[in-house]
């Protein structure tokens, strides 16, 4: 059974880059077509950020974050991967990185991410 | 982007009772293409990520009770719980994969009465 585990920094510098991966355990990334990330903040409730097919070769991404996003796969490693730039303490939320691209299941635990000085 | 709303924001149901939590879309979500709706719900407790419990509106994970079941079309859905556990507080979502960006409800919070 495939399993999600996100890391990366929890505290980020306004204007810096915030950069997590996500490890696949129990599966291959190429157990699934597509891969996501999604974002959950009290505010704005759960934000999806995009997804990346198992190769890497295409990416979709939330238009309102389209000009900051990057996700990469990582096969070697079993892993993918999310580079937000030029945070603002609007980007702090917890991050989960999930299997699929319509419906998602089964989902990283989450990673709380904050933007401060 | 499609919007989802749902409703209620909250809802208090007795144990045994049915809870009927409602969603519904900005524009429809069904697709000609494959004759589905392309909307899935999902169950979130505190400090767990979200679980899935139904796509394609109306289908079962494996491994979701059966007193968990979805139903609706084109805009309109619904998540009914036939008879509420303990276990099923929780905030739930509806998600649409019908088109980019993917949207969620912002959620239904289910206590118990």
């Known amino acids: 059974q495939v399993q999600l585990q996100e890391s990366g920094p929890g505290l980020v510098k306004p204007s810096g880059t915030l950069s997590l991966t996500c490890a696949v355990s129990g599966g291959s990334i190429s157990s699934s077509n597509w891969w996501s990330w999604v974002r959950q903040t009290p505010g704005k409730g759960l934000e999806w950020i995009g997804e990346?097919?198992?190769?890497?070769?295409?990416?979709n991404y939330n238009p309102s974050l389209k000009s900051r996003v990057t996700m990469s796969v990582d096969k070697s490693k079993n892993q993918f991967s999310l580079n937000v730039s030029s945070v603002t303490a609007a980007d702090t939320a917890v991050y989960f990185c999930?299997?699929?691209?319509?419906?998602?299941?089964?989902w990283g635990q989450g990673t709380l991410v904050t933007v401060s000085s | 982007d499609i919007v989802m709303t749902q409703s209620p924001d909250s809802l208090a149901v007795s144990l045994g009772e049915r809870a009927t939590i409602n969603c519904k879309s900005s524009q429809s979500v069904f697709h000609r293409s494959n004759s589905r709706d392309h909307l899935a719900w999902y169950q979130q407790k505190p400090g767990l990520p979200p679980k899935l419990l139904i796509f394609w509106a109306s289908s079962r994970e494996s491994g979701v009770p059966d007193r968990f079941s979805g139903s609706g079309s084109g805009t309109d859905f619904t998540l009914t719980i036939s008879s509420l556990q303990p276990e099923d507080v929780a905030v739930y979502y509806c998600?649409?994969?019908?088109?980019?960006?993917?949207?969620f409800g912002q959620g239904t919070k289910l206590e118990i009465k």
């Open positions: 998600q649409q994969y019908y088109n980019t960006p993917r949207t």
């Open positions: 999930a299997k699929g691209q319509q419906w998602l299941e089964p």
């Open positions: 990346i097919y198992h190769s890497g070769v295409s990416a």
